[in-house]
């Protein structure tokens, strides 16, 4: 079985440019999450979708952060502009329900803004 | 808002010796989670834990759950290098916030050979 892939795995950009992440979940998960992983901490949730549907983005900043899943499949994640403080690791999760509550990670996308 | 405290945030220490890492909260959690992550890799699960008191073994790996579901410990016995790693725990709310995880903020070992 595939696992969550996700592109590209490294980015670099500058201050005020923009940037998107791509992630592909595993084949039939209904449910797919982003998290932000600043070094040295544990990851944050920025969004949650439940097939195309958005069930909790109360931490995403959206005043330069948007995120679509269209067709319930693969989903991007956009910042926009970006700053110094996004420097992180971007990690794409996904779900099944029947799967007690096992989250399958992606390997992560690491941004550093210059 | 739901948190989660890790303790220690680093370990070194020698292959062979025992260790014990911590995760505290306030809240109660309706089951609770261990990840494993290493560098340039996403986080990997390790064990889930849902009844409060429970113990669950993974060859040297002992996770606990706190009778009152508000905090776990992860003991390892006779380090290797091999654990060497991120170790985050994470929480679910349940209710409303179900499927989501809160982690910690996780402690960084390093077993030296």
């Known amino acids: 079985e595939a696992g969550v892939a996700q592109s590209p795995r490294y980015k670099i950009i500058e201050k005020r440019q923009s940037v998107a992440f791509w992630c592909n979940p595993i084949s039939g998960h209904a449910t797919l999450y982003w998290y932000q992983q600043i070094l040295g901490q544990g990851p944050k949730l920025l969004i949650q979708?439940?097939?195309?549907?958005?069930?909790?983005d109360s931490q995403l900043p959206k005043d330069r952060f948007s995120a679509e899943r269209l067709k319930g499949v693969d989903s991007t994640l956009k910042i926009q502009p970006a700053k110094l403080e996004d420097s992180a690791v971007y990690l794409c999760?996904?779900?099944?329900?029947?799967?007690?509550?096992?989250?399958?990670f992606g390997a992560g996308t690491r941004l550093s803004v210059l | 808002t739901q948190l989660l405290e890790q303790s220690p945030q680093f370990l070194s220490i020698q292959e062979g010796e025992n260790l014990t890492v911590y995760c505290n909260s306030s809240s109660v959690f309706s089951s609770l989670q261990w990840y494993r992550q290493e560098p340039g890799e996403g986080p990997v699960l390790l064990v889930t834990?849902?009844?409060?008191?429970e113990v669950k073994k993974l060859k040297r790996l002992t996770f606990q759950f706190g009778d009152a579901r508000k905090d776990s410990s992860l003991h390892i016995t006779a380090a290797q290098p091999g654990d060497t790693g991120l170790y985050l725990c994470?929480?679910?709310?349940?209710?409303?916030?179900?499927?989501?995880?809160?982690f910690g903020q996780g402690t960084i070992l390093t077993v030296h050979p």
């Open positions: 994470a929480g679910h709310g349940g209710g409303t916030s179900y499927g989501k995880l809160t």
């Open positions: 834990v849902v009844t409060g008191g």
């Open positions: 999760a996904s779900s099944s329900p029947g799967a007690g509550k096992i989250q399958y």
């Open positions: 979708f439940q097939n195309n549907g958005v069930v909790d």
